[in-house]
């Protein structure tokens, strides 16, 4: 008789333990776990292993590592009425995961969104020339215009980038006019200096010559030197003497170092 009452209170004990559900929840150093108990919110814990009853208590975990979000094919109007298409790239973490869980049903669709309107806000409020002038300050207003609004949602925005910036297709044939035109004029710009640089040589090289006018026939010497073949007739100056020449019937004089021959 003991043994039967032995194992009905074993049969008891282990139909109570099934109907607790005992059970084991690991957090892991990368998450928090948000505990909540016949549904209400009890509080964040941190890595570890948690035992709980299954039937009242339930752990949620959070990933609270850096995570990146993409925002791509945005359409939106410039401030002078351009369609241009923006794609952004955010890096975000969960800095409170109470707020994150609780304060929306999916901040994953927060981040979304918060990031499409503030991409719609920066874009539509300047003109296509002020865009693409400023571009590379979008990701600072994106930060200044969402990262507070995510922060509300218990997010920390870190980092956000602009992608992509497409315009439609005949504005990029403008463009491109534009930007051709542009580097015609430095090329016609740079040409000009370097035609004014030689009249400036020119005109210093006419002063020159006008108060020495022997550096012309100089300079002829020196170009004529440079090209073989060519034959060379130099003129005298008025009033320049002569050169003596000698008088055929005049013996010729011996070379230095040569006897003369005798002469009968």
Known sequence: ?????????LVVLLLAVSALRVGRTTVLEYER??????????GVLGPGVYWHLGFQTEIRRVDVRPARVAVSGQEVLSADGVAVKASVVAQFRIADPERAVLGTDNYQVGIHTELQLALRAVVSGVSIDEL???RTEIPAQLKQIAGPRLRALGIELEDAALRDLTFPGELKKIFTQVVKARQEGLAALEKA??????????????ALIERNPSLMQL????????????TLVLGMQPGAAPIPLRDRSEPE???????PPDTE
Do not use: H
């Open 1 to 9: 008789m003991t043994i039967v009452w032995v194992l009905l209170g």
């Open 193 to 206: 200096r370097g035609e004014t640089a030689a009249l400036r040589n020119l005109v210093n090289a006419a």
């Open 132 to 134: 693409l002038r400023t």
């Open 33 to 42: 776990g948000l505990q909540f108990t016949r549904g209400r919110f009890k």
């Open 219 to 230: 300079r002829a010497l020196q170009a004529l030197a440079q090209q073989p073949g060519n």
């Open 253 to 259: 004089l011996p070379a230095p170092g040569v006897v």
